[in-house]
């Protein structure tokens, strides 16, 4: 029986660990070909050779999505490998906490050229493919902390909501020639998004949130990312919030 994404091709950012890695799988196993992005490229090796065993073609492009030329040319290099691109899922990010004050510029600096001038770059390098083939899906990995925000989150809410707004004005760009962008909000949802946070009791903390009894797991992430690019052509999921139900504050 034919999966229902084959032939459609898929580049992944943040494809070495936790939301970006189970899209990746989860388009893999709908029968997408998929190009991973992320700086680890042991990580993405391991997983393009998980992913070839599923029958699909995949290309590893190491790279650190803070480069802008980085960041381009691994749309340009899926595009050249694949001959197109018809899914995007922009899952690389960070996450960081602390109040203003006590925030490194630097850090704060560092947050928004990953979670939302990471995102930009390749955005940008897709539409020109995109327009010309007259279709394509953009997925934006963002945020609760992309509608919503508390002390102690202002880079990582900044970068969020930065990027909703840049991704809805994307999509009226792009709607009219057959572009779908969507804005994926998850709550919490069992990954290493911990790691990327310097402060050792702020890490510990998201840790705990992000692994507590119903979080969403990631896979579960994956499984509307593939929900929504299988929907008819005409329906465009704009945005869409996926939290766990037990968490209805957060
Ligand atoms: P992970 O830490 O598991 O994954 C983050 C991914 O981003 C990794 O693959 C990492 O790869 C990649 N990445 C980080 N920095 C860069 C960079 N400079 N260049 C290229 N790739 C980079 O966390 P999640 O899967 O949870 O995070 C994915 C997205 O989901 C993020 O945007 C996060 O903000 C968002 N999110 C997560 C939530 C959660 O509860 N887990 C909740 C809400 C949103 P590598 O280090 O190899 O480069």
Do not use: W
């Amino acid at each position: 029986m034919t999966k229902p994404l084959a032939g459609r091709v898929a580049l992944v950012t943040g494809a070495s660990s936790g939301i970006g890695e189970a899209a990746a799988i989860g388009l893999a196993e709908a029968g997408a070909d998929v190009a991973l992005s992320a700086r680890r490229a042991d990580r993405l090796e391991a997983l393009k050779t998980k992913l070839e065993a599923l029958g699909v073609k995949v290309l590893a492009l190491p790279g650190d999505v803070v480069d802008e030329k980085a960041a381009t040319e691994a749309v340009e290099k899926t595009v050249a490998h694949f001959g197109k691109i018809d899914i995007l899922i922009n899952s690389a990010g960070i996450m960081h906490m602390g109040t203003t004050e006590d925030t490194d510029l630097a850090e704060f600096r560092r947050v928004m050229d990953v979670n939302l001038l990471g995102t930009v770059y390749t955005c940008k390098a897709a539409i020109a493919p995109m327009k010309a083939q007259g279709h394509g899906d953009i997925i934006n990995i963002s945020s609760q902390a992309g509608r919503k925000t508390g002390p102690m989150v202002g880079a990582y809410a900044a970068s969020k909501h930065a990027l909703n707004a840049f991704s809805d004005s994307l999509r009226q760009e792009v709607g009219g020639f057959g572009i779908r962008v969507c804005v994926l909000m998850p709550g919490a949802t069992t990954t290493e998004v911990h790691t990327s946070i310097s402060n050792p009791n702020f890490r510990a903390a998201i840790q705990s949130h992000t692994s507590k009894d119903g979080a969403v797991a990631a896979s579960e992430i994956a499984d509307t990312i593939t929900f929504i690019v299988s929907l008819p052509q005409r329906v465009n999921i704009d945005l869409i919030s996926v939290r766990p139900t037990i968490d209805t504050s957060a």
